[in-house]
């Protein structure tokens, strides 16, 4: 299969090359077009105006200086590698839970792969008590890479694409998957729902530089996950790899009767 890995943590990344050492290890086809800096938090933003540069770095391998959608939208619509046959996102370095699909870039490299017609995956790792880094050793990633490897056809059957222009008979999906970070094996993989994710103490300091000017300082603070159901959060804890579809078009809210607009 020919795969395009991408990611919202860089190119150098422990999680994107655990990963595409896994995938090569299986003879796939393997393409990596991953940003060139960290760019989590960049949802699906893309840049529209100027230019951004595009390194290669060893065959088969580049970064770019965009989002992790600018580097998905690089390598398909600027011919840099063959089609790929599937995109995988990741792995993140820190869970995408919940509403965390809201900020996530790799979530959001994924669904701009769906929205252009490729099927596609995000992968992402949580540490233990729910922090967002831990050790990161290359051994944190193995058993997320191996899940991936194992079940690529599974994730990739569980998408449903755009068409070119036309509008899909289906609203456009793409898995989204978490697990602890860990070597080893999974239990197995288990579809749950989407967990709230209540960030608490999260803060925005502004410091004055100059009359006038200021820096912005953010840190973040504890993260609590509920859910009406059974969530991604509880498989994740409980040993398996949460596999969550998202849609990747909006959702529109139901249209409500008896409301009446003002002319």
């Known amino acids: 299969m020919k ?8 190119y150098d990344a422990p999680g994107i ?22 760019q989590s938090g960049t949802s699906q933003s893309i840049h529209i105006g100027g230019s951004m540069k595009v390194q290669m770095l060893d065959e088969n391998f580049y970064s770019c200086a965009g989002s992790p959608a600018d580097c998905v939208m690089t ?6 590698f063959d089609r790929p046959d599937m995109v995988l996102s990741g792995i993140n370095r820190g869970p995408n839970l919940g509403l965390d699909i809201l900020y996530s870039g790799t979530c959001g490299a994924a669904r701009q792969a769906v929205l252009m017609g490729i099927p596609s995956a995000a992968l992402s790792v949580m540490w233990a008590d729910d922090e967002i880094f831990g050790s990161e050793s290359d051994g944190e990633y193995e058993a997320m890479a191996d899940f991936a490897a194992k079940n690529l056809d599974v994730l990739k059957s569980l998408a449903r694409v755009a068409n ?5 008979k289906e609203r456009c999906v793409f898995p ?12 197995g993989g288990k579809f749950a729902g989407v967990s709230f994710r209540e960030y608490i103490g999260d803060k925005v300091v502004l410091n004055e530089l100059e009359s ?3 820096e912005r300082v ?7 996950s509920a859910a ?5 959060y509880d498989a994740c804890v409980q040993g398996y790899a949460a596999v969550t579809r998202l849609y990747a078009e909006p959702t529109a809210a139901p249209t409500l009767d008896g409301i009446e607009f003002k002319v």
């Not at 090359?17 to 299986?26: I, M, Q, T």
């Not at 070119?164 to 899909?168: I, K, S």
């Open 228 to 232: 009406r159901e059974y969530s991604d």
């Open 164 to 168: 070119g222009n036309l509008m899909p």
């Open 75 to 80: 390598a398909i619509h600027g011919k840099v």
């Open 3 to 10: 795969i395009l890995l991408t990611n919202d943590d860089g």
């Open 176 to 187: 989204n998957v978490n697990g602890m970070a860990q070597s080893g094996r999974y239990k």
């Open 212 to 214: 006038g000017l200021y």
């Open 218 to 224: 953010f840190s973040g603070g504890k993260v609590n």
């Open 17 to 38: 090359n655990v990963l595409r050492e896994r995938l090569l290890d299986d003879n796939h086809q393997v393409y990596v077009m991953a940003p060139a800096t960290n």
